[in-house]
């Protein structure tokens, strides 16, 4: 959409333009310049196109101005906030913030009101059964490497138990 123009584009097309009744020419944009262009001739024609792309060109639009007016709403959060219990939305509509962050990213501004992301939750694919079979395959894979090692330990405390009985019952029959 173009913006709106405060001055007439030049001589030729400025008076038509305030006396034409549409609601687009009253705010003198493109859409009513486009209708007066048939109605002119060459010269002028060339020079209403000159000027308008030279208003086009030069137009900055007023992200600044939006943005110290909202600046205090902007910091409150992106849908609202909690006020004495009571939950109190924006004083600017998410329609209007968007337009107005887009407007400020695409002049190459910081935009500092967005929330902060969370981390994204991994989710893992495939069937849990075959996950679970994989783990326990790596499991007892590493399990039967220790093997020698357990199966030695174990066959000593059995012995050490084998003895210490042994040896309790040698001190009763005492």
Same mark, same amino acid.
């Given at each position: 959409?173009?913006?709106?123009?405060?001055?007439?584009?030049?001589?030729?097309?400025?008076?038509?333009?305030?006396?034409?009744?549409?609601?687009?020419?009253?705010?003198?944009?493109?859409?009513?310049?486009?209708?007066?262009?048939?109605?002119?001739?060459?010269?002028?024609?060339?020079?209403?196109?000159?000027?308008?792309?030279?208003?086009?060109?030069?137009?900055?639009?007023?992200?600044?101005?939006?943005?110290?007016?909202?600046?205090?709403?902007?910091?409150?959060?992106?849908?609202?906030?909690?006020?004495?219990? #009571?939950?109190?939305?924006?004083?600017?509509?998410? @329609?209007? *913030?968007?337009?107005? =962050? !887009?407007?400020?990213?695409?002049?190459? %501004?910081?935009?500092?009101?967005?929330?902060?992301?969370?981390?994204?939750?991994?989710?893992?694919?495939?069937?849990?059964?075959?996950?679970?079979?994989?783990?326990?395959?790596?499991?007892?894979?590493?399990?039967?490497? #220790?093997?020698?090692?357990?199966?030695?330990?174990? @066959?000593? *405390?059995?012995?050490? =138990? !084998?003895?210490?009985?042994?040896?309790? %019952?040698?001190?009763?029959?005492?």
């Amino acid at each position: 959409m173009y913006p709106a123009f405060q001055f007439p584009l030049c001589p030729a097309i400025g008076d038509r333009l305030r006396r034409c009744s549409c609601k687009a020419s009253r705010s003198r944009c493109l859409l009513s310049v486009d209708k007066l262009l048939v109605e002119i001739s060459e010269k002028d024609k060339i020079e209403a196109v000159k000027s308008v792309v030279k208003a086009v060109g030069e137009y900055k639009y007023p992200w600044q101005e939006k943005l110290a007016k909202y600046r205090t709403e902007l910091s409150k959060g992106v849908w609202g906030y909690w006020e004495l219990g #009571a939950w109190k939305p924006l004083g600017i509509s998410a @329609r209007r *913030r968007a337009q107005l =962050r !887009k407007e400020v990213l695409l002049a190459g %501004a910081d935009w500092p009101y967005d929330p902060e992301r969370k981390e994204m939750k991994t989710k893992r694919k495939g069937h849990k059964v075959d996950r679970l079979a994989a783990e326990k395959r790596e499991r007892t894979a590493e399990l039967m490497e #220790a093997m020698p090692q357990m199966l030695a330990d174990y @066959r000593k *405390r059995i012995w050490e =138990r !084998k003895m210490k009985a042994e040896e309790d %019952a040698a001190k009763k029959a005492l």
